[in-house]
């Protein structure tokens, strides 16, 4: 089991957040999001009870030497890169990854899909499963999807249509823009928009329609259906990115393929 509390005194919002998480977890059953085992939402002792995973997929991707680091494949030479995990594991956490998501997106918006956010057990084997964790941000969604705080995730890992704060409709299409982020940061070892602050991130993709650099890799390293995908998912239109579905479609096809040419 692991355990997550509250570290300061106990604030309306924190027990929003909390009760948010707990109304979410509750209602999930699935192999790639974690579960929820007990919970307490009374203050001063807010606590969730989880199942427990050995690291994270940021710890595996970032952080040399802890655990999880070593099964991630050869590191690279900038500090600011973490470790390079081979294609064929890279591929197998993604697939998992929107099968998570999948599961979720009938009627729940993550909206805060990161490294951090994405718990793995056996990191140092071939086959590592995933799930998806920190429900906090999320929302159960009505069928016309809105909600009233549009406030969502981590900066660099945001949707352009999450930046505009009278946006009250942020939609399953949000997590697929963060997606496309987070397989960049998979096959770079980077993380996105290194050194910038939130305003010069929100310029570059909302007004500029900038995105994070593909150009920089190779045809072996990103197969040209996994860079249409990453772009696809980067779409300023939300209703052009492809469901989590279809992009678990994607994935394994581009997965088979790497099994056949090898």
């Known amino acids: 089991m692991a355990q997550r509390g509250a570290r300061a005194p106990s604030t309306e ?50 952080r ?10 050869p ?19 993604a697939i998992q990854i929107c ?34 964790a920190d429900f906090g941000l999320s929302r159960i969604r009505a069928t016309t999807a809105p909600t009233l705080s549009p406030e969502a995730g981590t900066p660099c890992y945001m949707a352009p249509e999450c930046f505009d704060v009278l946006n009250n409709i942020i939609t399953h299409r949000a997590d697929m823009y963060s997606l496309g982020v987070l397989l960049w940061a998979m096959l770079t070892g980077e993380r996105p928009w290194e050194g910038l602050n939130v305003f010069t991130m929100a310029v570059k993709v909302t007004m500029r329609g900038e995105r ?11 197969p040209p259906k996994l860079r249409r995908l990453i772009r696809q998912c980067w779409e300023a239109d939300p209703r052009r990115r492809p469901a ?18 090898h």
């Open 75 to 93: 590191s690279v030479a900038s500090p600011q890169r973490g470790m390079r995990m081979p294609l064929p594991k890279l591929l197998h956490i």
């Open 99 to 132: 099968q998570g998501l999948e599961y979720l997106h009938p009627t729940i918006v993550h909206r805060d899909l990161k490294p951090a956010n994405v718990l793995i057990n056996g990191a140092d084997t071939d086959r590592p499963v995933a799930k998806l």
């Open 212 to 222: 994070l650099p593909l150009e920089g890799l190779s045809e072996r390293r990103c």
């Open 64 to 73: 040399r030497g802890e655990a999880g680091g070593s099964g991630a494949g």
């Open 13 to 62: 919002t924190q027990i929003k957040l909390f009760a948010s998480e707990v109304a979410v977890l509750g209602r999930c059953d699935h192999p790639n999001v974690v579960r929820l085992l007990a919970a307490c939402l009374t203050p001063p002792r807010l606590c969730l009870v989880m199942e427990r995973c050995e690291t994270s997929l940021e710890r595996v991707m970032y």
């Open 244 to 261: 989590a579905a279809e992009a678990a479609k994607t994935l394994m096809l581009i997965q088979q393929q790497l099994k056949v040419g």
